[in-house]
């Protein structure tokens, strides 16, 4: 029998947790059926293993990456209950210690959405007019910026304002 080994505990269980995160996320239970079991049971149990996985592990990157999905899941949970989960912008601020400019900013436009950081609910519910929206926004970052970025300080105008009043939404 193999010897018991806490980290190798921890990690199976956060990989469950997580699991049930997203099978909950995907199948309905907890968006159409109104269960509370992500906020109420999984972000905590998420957040207490990766806790318990920064004291056991010796791996300085395998702390660091405990260290931020338990910011991760303890944002994610405030923010579900409070009624305000906004993905991307969980993401911005759990990230922000580590990282001040986004991953998908630095330097690989190819990777990045050129989407709003809030999109409407027309835009929402219409994936072509995204597409539109983002195609404009990448070309309009070029000719009014000299290049994609998000820092439309040094523009000649706002790509997303001018995308926006030019790519209308369906009503």
Do not use: W
Request: charged fraction near 25%; charge should be positive.
């Amino acid at each position: 029998m193999k010897e018991f080994s806490d980290l190798d505990y921890t990690r199976d269980a956060l990989i469950k947790q997580l699991g049930l995160v997203q099978l909950h996320g995907t199948d309905g239970s907890a968006v159409d059926a109104g269960c509370g079991c992500i906020e109420s049971k999984h972000t905590y149990l998420i957040e207490a293993l990766s806790e318990e996985g920064m004291t056991i592990s010796t791996d300085k990157k395998e702390k660091e990456f405990y260290a931020q999905l338990s910011d991760f899941a303890r944002f994610a949970r405030k923010e579900i209950e409070a009624g305000t989960f906004n993905m991307h912008g969980l993401m911005r601020e759990t990230m922000k210690p580590y990282s001040a400019t986004p991953k998908h900013v630095q330097g690989n436009p190819r990777t990045r959405a050129f989407l709003p950081h809030n999109l409407t609910e027309c835009e929402k519910a219409h994936p072509e007019v995204r597409r539109k929206l983002a195609k404009t926004i990448k070309a309009l970052e070029v000719k009014c910026c000299g290049g994609p970025t998000t820092d439309y300080s040094k523009c000649t105008c706002n790509p997303v304002a001018v995308a926006r009043a030019t790519v209308p939404c369906p009503t």
